[in-house]
């Protein structure tokens, strides 16, 4: 199975800063029709997750434009630019790119 | 409005069997790719399985194969987690997930298994 390791897993982060979280995969992500099913999402305490970025940096409706997704092969990033309280909840990196689709283990993000 | 509602979680013994459904609407269900993730309390998020828009096509992960399988009724805008031989591990909120362009989560229906 394709080994998602999210950094940092705890992130504090003070309101209006900008915020960074590394996902690096175990095999590379790309399939054979050269695409990359690579995608994060957000989950705020208490609700269902939601998709914010997929295939590494198009952002999903209503995401607003301080998400950015980047990167490629094996390597991949999410930059939350000037923190607002909202954001806080965890962040998921996914790849469905093989069979079992899999998540990196989250990182918390909590506004110090 | 789109609505994803899944239902049938609740308490059951080890070894014992459940059928989640997730009832659909508002949006064209037979063109969606449809999937059931898990979460055990207070961890991660796990695929379970999922199925092709006309349900030629069914996966599960390997922790649950032979024990937990996917279905769907594209008249009904119905989809289906049939689960046997239920195990303490399997305790979790079950998600779930229509996958397309656009995505759509239900808000999830607990499992818990125990005696």
């Known amino acids: 199975d394709v080994v998602l390791t999210q950094s940092p897993l705890s992130l504090p982060v003070t309101l209006g800063q900008s915020a960074s979280i590394s996902c690096r995969s175990s095999?590379?992500?790309?399939?054979?029709?050269?695409?990359?099913?690579f995608h994060w999402f957000q989950q705020r305490p208490g609700q269902s997750p939601r998709r914010l970025i997929h295939?590494?940096?198009h952002r999903d409706s209503g995401v607003p434009d301080r998400f950015s997704g980047s990167g490629s092969g094996t390597d991949f990033t999410l930059k939350i630019s000037r923190v607002e309280a909202e954001d806080v909840g965890v962040y998921y990196c996914?790849?469905?790119?093989?069979?079992?689709?899999?998540f990196g283990q989250g990182t918390k993000l909590e506004i110090k | 409005e789109v609505q994803v509602v899944e239902s049938g979680g609740g308490l059951v013994q080890p070894g014992g069997s459940l059928t989640l459904s997730c009832a659909v609407s508002g949006f064209t269900f037979s063109t969606y790719w449809m999937n059931w993730v898990r979460q055990a309390p207070g961890k991660g998020l796990e695929w379970v399985a999922n199925i092709n828009p006309d349900g030629s096509e069914r996966r599960s992960v390997d922790s649950v194969k032979g024990r937990i399988s996917i279905s769907r009724d594209n008249a009904k805008n119905l989809v289906y987690l049939q689960m046997n031989s239920l195990r303490g591990e399997d305790t979790a909120v079950y998600y779930c997930?229509?996958?397309?362009?656009?995505?759509?989560w239900g808000q999830g229906t607990l499992v818990t298994v125990s005696s």
């Open positions: 997930l229509a996958w397309g362009d656009v995505n759509y």
């Open positions: 996914m790849q469905h790119t093989y069979w079992p689709h899999t």
């Open positions: 095999q590379r992500l790309i399939s054979s029709d050269g695409n990359t099913f």
């Open positions: 295939s590494i940096s």
